[in-house]
T-cell receptor
Framework: DTAVSQTPKYLVTQMGNDKSIKCEQN?????MYWYKQDSKKFLKIMFS???????INETVPNRFSPKSPDKAHLNLHINSLELGDSAVYFC??????????FGPGTRLTVL | GENVEQHPSTLSVQEGDSAVIKCTYS??????FPWYKQELGKRPQLIID?????GEKKDQRIAVTLNKTAKHFSLHITETQPEDSAVYFC???????????FGKGTRLSVIA
């Protein structure tokens, strides 16, 4: 009965590789998000997406791209991974103006 | 866009004392202010929230106050316990489908 789930929980990879993180929510929410949390614990919004609109934080490199096959899923694709991409990535979902629920996070380590 | 400032960045209190964390926001149109608690290695979880039509909200040992005129809101934890130790984030929501804007977090340590 997990509300927001992510896979994998840990991801270790080499620089230059391409990787994906999957996110699913079973709450029936309209909007999903991706956040990056760095070593200083700052939570930085990367994308928000609903059926109609993708909002991109302009500081996010275009190597990062969200893909939503349906309303319950928002996957994150990362091309040409760099050392600075190492962080914990959180998926989240919400209804409009409602509580935001976070997934368990994916710890990405780029070697 | 919205900007949220949070202070202090770290806070240590003795068990049983109170803890207060303060946030300010920039856009007067923001109307929803949640607080999240993140324990080590875990996901952020909502502990309390307040909307702009309310000045104060309380849930057991936790309370949040909102001053719309000054554009600041605060989290108050009374009778702190070691399990309150965590990173706390404030956030503000501007409107509609815009994402939450988070403060930079406060690391609270409750010393037994």
């Amino acid at each position: 009965d997990t509300a927001v789930s992510q896979t994998p929980k840990y991801l270790v990879t080499q620089m230059g590789n391409d990787k994906s993180i999957k996110c699913e929510q079973n709450l029936g929410h309209d909007t999903m998000y991706w956040y990056k949390q760095d070593s200083k614990k700052f939570l930085k919004i990367m994308f928000s997406y609903n059926n109609k609109e993708l909002i991109i934080n302009e500081t996010v490199p275009n190597r990062f791209s969200p893909k939503s096959p349906d309303k319950a899923h928002l996957n994150l694709h990362i091309n040409s991974l760099e050392l600075g991409d190492s962080a914990v990535y959180f998926c989240a979902s919400s209804q409009v103006k409602g509580e935001q629920f976070f997934g368990p996070g994916t710890r990405l380590t780029v070697l | 866009g919205e900007n949220v400032e949070q202070h202090p960045s770290t806070l240590s209190v003795q068990e049983g004392d109170s803890a207060v964390i303060k946030c300010t926001y920039s856009d007067s149109a923001s109307n929803y202010f949640p607080w999240y608690k993140q324990e080590l290695g875990k996901r952020p979880q909502l502990i309390i929230d307040i909307r702009s039509n309310v000045g104060e909200k309380k849930d057991q040992r936790i309370a949040v106050t909102l001053n719309k005129t000054a554009k600041h809101f605060s989290l108050h934890i009374t009778e702190t316990q070691p399990e309150d130790s965590a990173v706390y984030f404030c956030a503000a929501l501007l409107s509609g489908n815009t994402p939450l804007v988070f403060g930079k977090g406060t690391r609270l340590s409750v010393i037994a």
